[in-house]
């Protein structure tokens, strides 16, 4: 589907089957000289014909082409190789370029990780072979552009200012369009749906960056979010307020979880709410466990980070406890 949201910015919705996300939103300014694609999909054909076919609906040139990639995950970043040509400028976030480029070390860490904090070996190897971010990355190596918190795109008449708003990722970027008063979002804030904020490192507390990263836009001057997912919304204020409620509610259920007793992060993951079509944790695919471990993963090092949870780390196991 390819909607025109304001003069010369439109929407394409791509859809990522079997995905719980149901489909992504790649948006694209043109203007007389070149056009701007911001997040294109997975790497995977249904993606790409669905944005090629909308790319040609709208008289796209991609030898005219550059590309914003919000964050690294597979559905925002996932076909730039494949439309991507020698002439298009792709621009990227410092901190996560590097790794992007050499994916296999980082699910070798990701599994290491998950392994210390109690993740079931059987499920933990299913999870990772099934993974969309390894499934779906990125082919080929992508000479990047970086930009970092200040800098703009101007594309026809939209001038856009980068914004780094890490949390979801480390390097996550939105654009802000002060005078049209438009924020793309890629997966910073969303409206139906909740980020997926999640730690497969000690070194990093991404539910704390997150939450201030909320609170640096909160009183950007907003009229319409253009978000990586679902409808685009306003009211980006009220958003933020729900989604610091949603991670305070979470934070303390894992407290509560851990009145009972110590437990390694698979076990408070599987004790956990979601809001899922599944009866159980038992009945969770092992790809949707990983998920959710990473959130509460997340939840324990903010909590620990507030001195609220603290950590006994053995020689095979990390367990969490209340701190006394």
């Given at each position: 589907?390819?909607e ?21 939103n790649s ?11 911001i ?16 790319l ?9 082409t550059?590309f ?13 190789p ?11 976030n ?9 994916p296999?070390?980082s ?11 109690g993740?079931?070996?059987d ?7 099934n ?11 992508i ?11 101007r ?22 369009e ?15 749906i ?10 990093e507390?991404?539910?704390n ?20 997912h679902?409808?685009?919304?306003k009211?980006?204020?009220e958003?933020?307020t ?5 991670h ?7 407290l ?11 076990q408070?993951?599987s004790l956990?709410?979601w809001d ?9 695919p ?7 471990f ?8 903010y ?8 950590r ?13």
């Open positions: 589907m390819t025109e949201i304001l003069p010369n910015l439109y929407r394409i919705e791509v859809p990522l089957p079997r995905n719980p996300l149901q489909a992504i948006y694209v300014i043109k203007d007389g000289n070149r056009s701007l694609v997040d294109t999909g997975m790497n995977r054909e249904e993606c790409l014909s669905v944005l090629s076919s909308g040609k609906e709208l008289g796209v040139d991609l030898k005219k550059d914003f990639i919000t964050h690294v995950h597979s559905d925002h970043m996932g076909l730039v494949s439309l991507a040509t020698d002439t298009s400028i792709v621009y990227f410092r901190p996560e370029a590097s790794s992007s480029n050499k296999g070390s699910w070798q860490r990701n599994d290491e990780f998950a392994a210390k904090h993740f079931p070996e499920e933990r190897k299913k999870a990772i072979e993974h969309p971010g390894r499934k779906y990355s990125p082919q080929g190596h000479d990047f552009h970086i930009l970092q918190e200040g800098d703009t795109i594309i026809g008449d939209y001038l856009f200012s980068c914004i780094e708003t890490p949390g979801h990722t480390r390097g996550h970027m939105c654009l802000y002060s005078r049209k008063k438009l924020l793309v979002s890629g997966d910073h804030i969303l409206i139906d909740t980020p997926n904020i999640s730690l497969t490192s000690d070194d507390n991404p539910l960056d997150y939450l201030n990263s909320l609170d640096k836009v909160y009183n950007f001057d907003i009229k319409l979010v253009l978000p990586g679902r409808r685009l919304f009211n980006h204020r958003r933020i729900e989604l610091k409620q949603h305070q509610e979470r934070a303390d259920e894992v509560s979880i851990l009145e009972a007793g110590k437990k390694n992060a698979f408070v993951a956990m709410t899922m079509t599944y009866k159980s944790w038992e009945q969770f092992p790809q949707q466990k990983w998920f959710a990473g959130e509460a993963e997340a939840h324990l090092k909590l620990e980070g507030k001195g609220e949870v603290e006994l780390t053995g020689e095979q196991e990390v367990i969490f406890s209340l701190k006394n």
